[in-house]
T-cell receptor, first 114, second 114 residues
Framework: GAGVSQSPRYKVAKRGQDVALRCDPISGHVSLFWYQQALGQGPEFLTYFQNEAQLDKSGLPSDRFFAERPEGSVSTLKIQRTQQEDSAVYLC????????????FGPGTRLTVT | EDQVTQSPEALRLQEGESSSLNCSYTVSGLRGLFWYRQDPGKGPEFLFTLYSAGEEKEKERLKATLTKKESFLHITAPKPEDSATYLCAVHIIGDFSGNTPLVFGKGTRLSVIA
């Protein structure tokens, strides 16, 4: 079946611009996670949804970062007034539920802020 | 603080030269340990989940084992196509909802030379 998809795959933004990154999880997956991955590092948690509810946003680095999943499927990560330190790969993952189920990752969106 | 440390950072092997990658963890309560493979420009690909000390799982040339403090990913007679970054992640016991994100190590970059 179809895996997790993300768009765009690459995004170049000028400092100060707003960006929106989209994630389409695997159909039927209840849980959706966003991670940020810097070059040469492992992914770091940003936020988590169970259906449409955002249960944990403790990893969001600032109030410029905002995520939503209004209908419990597609999710959007929005970054306002982008800064150079926001440059990274943003990964989305979904799983059947939290707890013991493995998370399946999308290909990521590489954001470059110039 | 929950921590995951992977070693070595990079490993270069000749084709057919078996070796092991290490993942040590310090967490408040382990719910599961995950191994992922990540190729350049792609999202992490799920390999294994281990839940309890003594557990082992195998897939082709890979075998993952778990103790109370660490996990090993053994690679037997590797081939060039096994070249990738291997990520270890832990799923810790969380709050009443049981839903917590994965905590990743920085990964081991494996290069297998023909």
């Amino acid at each position: 079946g179809a895996g997790v998809s993300q768009s765009p795959r690459y995004k170049v933004a000028k400092r100060g611009q707003d960006v929106a990154l989209r994630c389409d999880p695997i159909s039927g997956h209840v849980s959706l996670f966003w991670y940020q991955q810097a070059l040469g590092q492992g992914p770091e948690f940003l936020t988590y949804f169970q259906n449409e509810a955002q249960l944990d946003k403790s990893g969001l680095p600032s109030d410029r970062f905002f995520a939503e999943r209004p209908e419990g499927s597609v999710s959007t990560l929005k970054i306002q007034r982008t800064q150079q330190e926001d440059s990274a790969v943003y990964l989305c993952a979904s799983s059947l539920a939290g707890g013991r189920y493995e998370q399946y990752f999308g290909p990521g969106t590489r954001l470059t802020v110039t | 603080e929950d921590q995951v440390t992977q070693s070595p950072e990079a490993l270069r092997l000749q084709e057919g030269e078996s070796s092991s990658l290490n993942c040590s963890y310090t967490v408040s309560g382990l719910r599961g340990l995950f191994w992922y493979r990540q190729d350049p420009g792609k999202g992490p690909e799920f390999l294994f989940t281990l839940y309890s000390a003594g557990e082992e799982k195998e897939k082709e040339r890979l075998k993952a084992t778990l103790t109370k403090k660490e996990s090993f990913l053994h690679i037997t007679a590797p081939k060039p196509e096994d070249s990738a970054t291997y990520l270890c992640a832990v799923h810790i016991i969380g709050d009443f909802s049981g839903n917590t994100p994965l905590v990743f190590g920085k990964g081991t970059r494996l290069s297998v030379i023909a």
